[in-house]
C-alpha cells in the first residue's frame, strides 16, 4: 500500500501546475491599481460588499505583501477581505491556497498543520459558494488534501465521487487516481464490495481511453494514469470480473485495437487465456495488426481447441512472417512452429508424410533438437502394420524406427532427449527380424535394403 501511495503522489507531483487541480495561476487581471480601486469606490457593485473601502483597503495590503511573498504580513488584510468581501476576485482563493500550504509545510505543531488543513479545505468551500465551477474545485479540493491527508480515505472518495459526477469526461487525471486509490483501499479494509472497484475501474478507464482521443494536449498526463491504474487493479482482476467488464464493451467495439490490446493485456496477466473473451479478442486484434508472435499464440489457442487445421494455419502464417522479419535470429520460434505443425499433422490428422516434412523443417530450423527425429522414429515405428505384406516386412519399419532414435540421440545437446532416444531405440530393438526370420526371406544380416511404404529409407538389416 505505502509502494502505491508513493507511486501516485509521485505522479501528481510532477504534473504540471496547469494540470493539476490544486495549482492554477492568479488572474492577473483581477489585481488591484489604484484607477481600479477608485472604480470600486465609485462602482458600488455589491460584490465588494457593503464596506468596499474596506475591501478595497484589506485588498491593497494583502496584495502587495503577497506579491513580496511575505505571507505572515498579508494573511491577516486577506483574512479580512475573504470575510468582507469574498466575491471581489477569484484571487482571494487561489492566493489563499498558496498561503495557507505555505503555513501547513512551516509548521511544527501537528495540530497547528491540521487546523490549516482544515482552514484550506474550508477555502475552497467558499470559493465554490461564491465563484462555482464545484466539479473542479472540488477536484482541487481533493488533490490537496490527498498530498496532506492521504488517510482520509472516504473523505477522499466522496469528494472525487461528486467530482467526476459533475465532469464527467472532463474530469483530470489527478482526480481518477486519487478516486481509485481511495476505492481500491475501501475494498481492502472490507468497507466496500470489489464490484464497485470493478465499477469504478470502467469509469476510470473509459474517461481516460475518451480523453487520450479527443485531448491529445493532455496525453501526457492521462497516459501514465491509465498505466498506473491498470497497474493496481491487476490483483483485483479475475477472470469473471475481467469478462463481466470487458464483455460488453468488445461487443460494442470488436474493432476498437486499445480495448483488444487492454483486453488480451489484463487477461494474459490474469492468466485468463482459456477465456472465450480472451481467444476472440485475440483473434480480432491479429486481423487489425497481424504480425508473428500473435499468429504464433492463435496457432496455441487454435490446438487447445481442437481446431488443428486452423491452428497449422496460424503456425505457418508465424513462420513465413518470421523468416520475413530475420529467419536467424528467430530460429527458436520457428522451431518451436514447425515442431508443434508436425505433433499436430502426426498425432491428430493421421498424415504421415506431411508430418515428416514439417519435422525434417524443425530439424533445419535447430539442428541441436533430437526431438523431430523421435518423432519421425514413432511415426516408422507406428506403420509397422499398415506397411507390412508379409510377417518380414512387418519388422523392417523397426529398424528405419531405431536408426532415427540413434539419430536423435547423436544430435540432441540435452541430456534429457539423449536419454529418451536411447529408450526407445532399446524398447524397438526387441522387434526386429530374428536371424531365423532374416534368412527365411532371403536376406542376411548386415545387408543393405529399402523400406518401401511411405517411409521409403534405406536401412540395414539387424536381428534382435
Known sequence: MKTIYLFILTFMLILPLNNLMAGEAPNA??????????????????????????????????????????????????????????????????????????????????????????????????????????????????????????????????????????????????????????TMRLVQSGAKETDVLVEKFERAIDIIDYNLEHNSEDERYYRPAKDNILSMFEPFASCENLVNMFQPRFEESPEDQDLLEQITDMMEEADCEEEDLYYKATTELHKLDPCAESAFLLGDLEQERENFDQAIDYYQEAVERYEADNAESHSEQIFRAYWYMAEITYRELDKYSEARRLALEAHEADPDDGRPFILIGEMYAASSDRCAEDEFTETTPYLAAVDKFEQARDVAEEQAIRERAAELANTYRQYFPDKELIFFHGYDVGETITVECWINETTTIRAR
Open 29 to 182: 487581471a483581477a489585481d488591484m491599481t489604484t484607477a481600479d480601486m477608485s472604480a470600486v469606490l465609485q462602482d458600488g457593485d455589491d460584490k465588494y460588499g457593503e464596506d468596499s473601502v474596506q475591501c478595497v483597503r484589506n485588498w491593497s495590503l494583502y496584495a502587495e505583501y503577497y506579491r513580496q511573498r511575505n505571507y505572515d504580513m498579508a494573511y491577516d488584510p486577506w483574512q479580512k477581505m475573504l470575510d468582507i468581501c469574498p466575491k471581489a476576485t477569484i484571487n482571494i482563493y487561489i492566493h489563499g491556497a498558496n498561503m495557507l500550504m505555505h503555513f501547513y509545510q512551516e509548521a511544527n505543531d501537528p495540530e497547528k498543520q491540521e487546523a490549516w488543513v482544515d482552514s484550506l479545505m474550508m477555502l475552497y468551500d467558499k470559493r465554490i459558494e461564491h465563484f462555482g465551477n464545484k466539479g473542479r474545485n472540488l477536484g482541487r479540493k481533493a488533490a490537496d488534501l490527498y498530498q496532506l491527508r492521504p488517510n482520509n480515505v472516504e473523505e477522499l472518495y466522496d469528494i472525487t465521487e461528486e467530482s467526476i459526477e459533475l465532469l464527467g469526461m472532463n474530469t483530470g487525471a489527478d482526480v481518477l487516481l486519487i478516486n481509485f486509490q481511495s
